[in-house]
């Protein structure tokens, strides 16, 4: 059980005690810095503690923002400070220290709660301080001050600041305007029912996997079933996140479940369309593949984009100043977040043309939209690339790097390569080998050496593509030019198998090696790195798997390659999903609830 040990001499008529009470501290009082670190040294080290000063005025959301968010070691309020047990010697340290310096003796007249704030940024320690906004949180010195400060609380609205925060600052214009509106009720209903947001997003899920199924069904009432379902398994998507929000609900099996059903459902949706125009004599798993891919490689850009600036220095271009500019504009900015076809959009629409048209007239829409929008964001972000001055660090390479999910194939002639190539050669050559490898498999027949051949190439130049730390100002290019190229080739030759079950098979194997990437990035914004290296070599990292593809195509019949796809598959989403699942539900795991892509 959390303790708070609050520090100072009780205030008359001061809530703070069952406010904090309420949020789940057992509550310990202090009079004086020493007694603060007798208190502290008999509370369970697995525990964390908060210092509160007692004439702490504020929000009961104030406290609840500054002491109970679970993904942060160390978090501040003005009169308050608490840490958790990864960073329980930091706050220790501080406070012998400050007992130390005033003898331990009666409390000065700041705050010793900030006083230790300060002394933990001092040390180095990252200690994360909430936007308040209207909130407040002071700490007042007189009658006077206590006074205005209440008045002050009385003056804001809390509920309506707290379900305001539920929702993302920045959102599309379909969630923003249509779902938000009353999605954020909905997350305080379950709130006050004590539901979880793991529940609204299992919720989620299944709704989204009962939508598939109705389109499964290859009938007019299935598809319009669907596209409703497919909108109310959206609402529930915004509702888990708002709940999180507003309850500081975060947790790790909510990180993982959060980062990966969306996608689940999303690509789930897919086969159902597919399955359904089946039933109707249209066979257009193709273009449900190729959607999946086109989505999943867009993902990677922004992912790769992000890694590779996010801490770079110098980063500035007169691209991103234009950005910056329209962004001031409040029409172009709904104009921007629409045109790039967010999650919001992007099912909205699908649900849509799900109930009004044909799954391979959805499927076209889908990727024309998709298509337009991956040109627009691309464009914009490699001009921001070519025109800043920037300089990446070794964790934005290592990232990129991890990204790559490159193999020991890779690794081995990265070693002999060992110089790697020059600048803007990077990605260049990673383009070069994935056109390569993806058109020898596309434009000849089937049971052919030339994607052998090309998938040989393909291996080289991944390797000499990653045999240098990628800083490059486009090598954020590399880990999706590698989705695309492995991806592709599983297309092209799936189709070019003309047997019943190919392209399934090669859907499901996408999937799978899909998920594994998702799983990368999400580690990585956890700050737990990457997935281990044996994974990565057991899976046989991207230019293995594409290797091996092509050389099945080439041994193997048309029906046996299908089967072969088919055991791949299973093998790899086996390897990944029960390494993911351990990482995931593990005490190690970071305490994240990720904003994903913006809705």
């Not at 006083?115 to 200690?127: F, H, Q, S």
């Not at 899920?205 to 939508?211: N, P, Q, S």
């Not at 996010?310 to 910056?324: K, R």
């Amino acid at each position: 059980m959390p303790t708070a040990i609050v520090t100072g001499l009780p205030v008359p008529g001061s809530s703070l005690e069952n406010d904090l009470r309420s949020l789940g501290f057992d509550v310990r009082v202090a009079a004086g810095a020493a007694e603060a670190e007798t208190l502290l040294a008999a509370t369970p080290a697995a525990d964390r503690v908060a210092l509160v000063d007692a004439r702490f005025v504020g929000h009961l959301h104030t406290l609840r923002l500054g002491l109970a968010d679970p993904r942060f070691p160390l978090a501040a309020v003005p009169g308050a400070v608490t840490a958790q047990p990864a960073a329980r010697q930091a706050l220790t340290r501080a406070l012998a220290r400050e007992t130390s310096a005033s003898g331990g003796t009666a409390l000065a007249v700041d705050s010793l709660a900030d006083r230790i704030a300060t002394a933990l940024d001092t040390d180095g320690g990252t200690v994360h301080r909430p936007e308040l906004g209207s909130l407040v949180a002071a700490v007042p010195a007189d009658p006077q001050a206590r006074n205005e400060a209440r008045q002050s609380v009385a003056a804001v609205d809390e509920e309506a600041v707290r379900l305001k925060s539920a929702v993302k600052s920045r959102d599309g214009f379909f969630t923003t305007f249509f779902i938000s509106p009353y999605s954020r009720y909905l997350a305080r209903w379950c709130a006050r029912r004590g539901l979880t947001p793991n529940q609204v997003t299992t919720a989620s899920l299944l709704t989204a996997l009962i939508a598939a199924a109705c389109a499964a069904t290859g009938t007019r009432g299935g598809f319009v079933a669907a596209g409703v379902l497919l909108i109310a398994s959206f609402v529930l998507d915004c509702t888990d996140g708002q709940l999180a929000r507003y309850a500081l609900k975060y947790s790790t099996l909510g990180a993982w479940l959060d980062a990966t059903f969306d996608r689940a459902k999303e690509y789930a949706y897919y086969a159902g369309l597919a399955l359904g125009a089946a039933r109707g004599g249209d066979d257009v798993w193709a273009l449900a593949l190729a959607a999946m891919i086109l989505q999943s490689c867009r993902h990677v850009v922004d992912f790769s984009f992000t890694e590779a600036n996010h801490d770079a220095t110098a980063n500035t271009s007169p691209t991103a100043a234009l950005s910056d500019k329209l962004d001031s504009v409040g029409w172009t900015v709904w104009v921007r977040r629409m045109i790039v076809l967010p999650i919001g959009e992007r099912w909205a629409m699908i649900a849509v043309l799900t109930a009004v048209t044909t799954p391979r007239i959805t499927f076209y829409v889908l990727l024309v939209g998709c298509a337009f929008a991956a040109t627009y964001t691309t464009a914009g972000r490699v001009l921001r690339s070519l025109t800043r001055k920037a300089r990446r660090t070794d964790r934005a390479a290592r990232a990129l790097a991890d990204l790559a999910d490159s193999g020991p194939l890779a690794e081995a002639v990265a070693r002999v390569a060992r110089r790697g190539l020059p600048g803007l050669a990077v990605p260049a050559v990673a383009l070069l080998g994935g056109a390569a490898v993806v058109a020898c498999s596309a434009l000849t027949g089937f049971g052919g050496v030339l994607p052998v051949l090309g998938a040989l190439v393909y291996v080289l130049t991944s390797a000499l593509a990653v045999a240098r730390p990628l800083k490059g100002p486009l090598d954020w290019l590399v880990p999706p030019v590698f989705r695309a190229a492995e991806y592709g080739t599983v297309l092209a030759l799936a189709g070019k198998a003309g047997v019943n079950g190919a392209l399934p098979a090669a859907f499901g194997l996408v999937a799978a090696v899909a998920y594994h990437h998702y799983d990368t990035v999400y580690r990585i914004r956890g700050d737990a790195g990457a997935p281990p290296a044996w994974l990565v070599r057991a899976t046989g990292g991207h230019e293995g798997r594409t290797l091996l593809i092509a050389v099945l195509a080439a041994v193997l019949t048309a029906s046996q390659f299908k089967v072969a796809l088919t055991v791949l598959a299973v093998a790899v989403a086996a390897l990944v999903l029960v390494e993911s699942i351990r990482f995931w539900v593990s005490a190690g795991a970071p305490a994240v609830h990720d904003e994903g892509e913006t809705a």
